[in-house]
């Protein structure tokens, strides 16, 4: 099964202060149905779009499995 993912846009509100964040959604396609699935959307991962967009598409040109983004994301976010 192919894993796509996708920077996603989150409006998002702290102590009355809004912000745009990012984070990521794995999607896989449903031969079937003819359709995108989405399977994981993970929310307001970061403030920096750029950074993140190379993550997804370094998730993206290693077909990173499902099960490893977490750990992946956890690793962003400590660095």
Known sequence: ???FYKLIKGNYTLEGNS??????AAYK???RK???VKLL????ITLNKKK?????KDCNDLELSLVHIYDVVEDFLCN
């Open 1 to 3: 099964m192919q894993i």
């Open 29 to 31: 396609y449903d031969e």
């Open 34 to 36: 003819k359709k995108r």
């Open 19 to 24: 912000y745009i964040s990012y984070g990521i």
């Open 41 to 44: 959307y993970i929310e307001d």
């Open 52 to 56: 993140l967009m190379r993550l997804v």
